[in-house]
């Protein structure tokens, strides 16, 4: 796998953070894209994460199937904004600053942002963002709905290491299943969902962890 020093990888417990480290601005280049999309399978497969928060140092994991917490300080500056935008929660500090300013170079988000950003505030304030390219702080932000929780400086990161800490601690089986169902559900008319959570659900029956709580609840364990 490609493995440049600016993206590394950080376990603990069941836990994990991805660190984008490329100072002096943590620009996600584009040689970053393609070393960060070559470590979604292999953080998929890692039995050993359950929840991954991805954060700087200073379509990507969309569709991992483990909750992704982004844990964003500071400027979150095109790429690094949809990034954040591909992750399931968003967690940021009253520092940070998210922008889309790829128009002003005759360019355009290309990785997800139009259809993540226009979902979550609306195609005419996506429009407005990404043809206007303006900065939008963190609390604006939080209003909008780009950002579900808002910090205190330098918080971000360890609220965002606690709530995959709290992910990671929930059997994997029934976490997978929730997820797919959100994502899978976002593509199905309101009345199809339900037959979608109910089929997921089933399978769950069979599954081993939730067998075993089962059986704990029983006094059989």
Known sequence: MPSGPRLRIEKKGASAVLWIDNPPRNALRLSMISDLAARVPEIEKDDGIRALVVAGSGGLVFYLTKPTV????GVARGAGAELALACDIRIADETAIFSHPE???GWMPSHGGTARLSKIVGRSMALELLVSGKELPGLDALRLGIVDHLTAPGEAIPQARALADAF???PRSAVKSIKRTLAEGDEK??????LLESQHAVQLLWDEEYRAAIAKLRGKS
């Open 70 to 73: 982004a844990a964003v300080t």
């Open 189 to 194: 008319p309101y009345r199809n969902r339900f």
């Open 168 to 170: 990671a601690e929930k």
């Open 103 to 105: 128009a002003r170079i």
